[in-house]
């Protein structure tokens, strides 16, 4: 997800790989990137970060997902956070926090109160699609964990997930079902 409010933007989640970050970064074009948040330590969320860095741009992850990628060799985030971080984009607050473990035992959300706007990363399903790539995942946490979202977050209305088509609250209700299935 990129928020755009005024002159500034910031990014949820790098694209896979530096070439597309870099036509990204050229999309947002003059406008200020406050940051990219990287919201667990997996390849779609990190794999273009390099490029970012490149361009001077500032990346924050949880100081959990930091120690995961450092792991798995990957180009870290520089700036670290404990459950939840916030950030001003133009004139309007974004944050990133942590709700609980699902795809991953570090994955955090991205949300926007003013615009009603979830991103939810690989955490949250779009409707009909399958369980994904589980091999980080706690499918016994997981309902928990979007279920704790759709209490905590007032007002959820426009939902963004990690891969596959954005919707609405359907989509939390749809990944809170889908793992509720033994
Ligand atoms: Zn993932």
Redesign the pocket.
């Known amino acids: 997800m990129v928020y755009l409010n005024g002159n500034d933007a910031l990014v949820f989640d790098t694209p896979t790989n530096n070439k597309a970050s870099s036509e990204l970064i050229d999309w947002i074009g003059k406008r200020k990137i406050k940051g990219v948040v990287v919201t ?6 990190l794999g273009g970060l390099k490029e970012f860095h490149l361009n001077e741009i500032e990346s924050y992850a949880s100081k959990l997902t930091i120690e995961l990628a450092k792991k798995d060799g990957q180009e870290l985030p520089r700036q670290s956070f404990d459950d939840k971080i916030a950030f001003v984009v133009g004139k309007k607050i974004a944050y990133a926090q942590f709700f609980g473990q699902g ?2 035992k570090d ?1 955090v959300v991205g949300y926007v109160p003013s615009e009603k706007a979830l991103f939810g ?2 955490l949250i399903k779009a409707l009909n699609s399958g369980k ?2 589980l091999v ?1 995942a706690n499918t016994n946490q997981w309902s928990t964990t979007v279920e704790r979202i759709k209490n905590k977050i007032d007002g959820i209305e426009v939902v963004i997930p ?1 891969h596959g088509k954005n919707g609405g609250i359907e989509l939390l209700d749809f990944t809170i079902q889908l793992f509720k299935e033994k």
């Open positions: 667990h330590f997996h390849i779609d969320c795809h991953t994955n990363g690989c994904g790539n980080d990690g």
